[in-house]
């Protein structure tokens, strides 16, 4: 039987992960509370007076800055305030619709950020989505069998951190999840559509404790498989609550 194992939300793209219980998805939406901020850097093309998505590549990310990966986040979903919590930075807690709070906030990350790098500037977000990799509302999917085909083949354990998947399910076969385009997968209440593989970056390479980039799971995904690719995105066709060890179904 397939099954919900892991349910994960990054509040701010690219800054830190937390685990959850349940979550209620809708129609339409990415995954509540996932990537819904951003941080722009000097050269970002987002619009501050017309906010709207734009591509990754105007915000902050770990391709770019592996540091970042380091980062572990929590939300309080009442009060909207994160926290955000590095081995090397320590804690700090911030209501990131703030402006003072947002300074404190760029000040605290700007560590991670080689100086001879982008720089992050802000924290924004986009009306009524998280600002995901995709210009559709997205929600990512994958599965532990094709997790652990990569660890088998990089020949070491690896976390399932460095992925940054929305919801991970047991039960498959490995890659097993890339036979599901265009189909339906109802999970618990919800009912989602799977749209596309996820290509990966070197976002993937670094320890999400660290930081270190210390494992080419690219290559492995190459060597392996000749492709680049880990988990699938999809639409939410029909809302509805989902939780650890629900059952998931192909249609």
């Not at 109802?186 to 999400?208: D, F, Y």
């Amino acid at each position: 039987m397939v099954s919900v194992a892991a349910l994960w939300r990054h509040p701010i793209k690219s800054h830190g992960r937390e685990a959850l219980d349940q979550v209620v998805l809708t129609k339409g939406h990415t995954f509540p509370w996932d990537r819904t901020w951003a941080v722009t850097h000097e050269d970002t093309k987002f619009d501050i007076s017309h906010p709207s998505w734009v591509m990754c590549r105007n915000f902050m990310i770990g391709t770019a800055t592996p540091g970042l990966a380091g980062i572990w986040a929590s939300l309080d979903d009442v009060s909207g305030t994160i926290t955000l919590r590095h081995d090397a930075l320590g804690e700090i807690s911030f209501a990131p619709d703030n402006a003072d709070d947002v300074a404190r906030f760029v000040d605290w990350v700007r560590p991670l950020c080689p100086p001879d790098k982008r720089q992050p500037t802000a924290l924004v977000k986009a009306p009524a989505r998280g600002m995901t990799d995709t210009d559709y509302p997205s929600i990512s999917i994958m599965t532990y069998a094709s997790h652990t085909a990569v660890a088998e083949k990089l020949g070491q354990p690896l976390e399932i951190e460095r992925w940054r998947g929305n919801i991970w399910l047991n039960g498959t076969a490995a890659w097993e999840e890339m036979t599901w385009m265009g189909k339906e997968v109802q999970i618990g209440e919800a009912i989602l559509q799977i749209i596309e593989p996820i290509e990966r970056c070197k976002h993937t390479m670094a320890n999400p404790r660290t930081g270190e980039r210390d494992v080419d799971t690219l290559s492995a995904l190459r060597d392996g498989w000749n492709h680049q690719d880990f988990g699938v995105y999809a639409k939410v066709i029909k809302g509805g609550k989902i939780a650890l060890n629900d059952r998931a179904k192909v249609n």
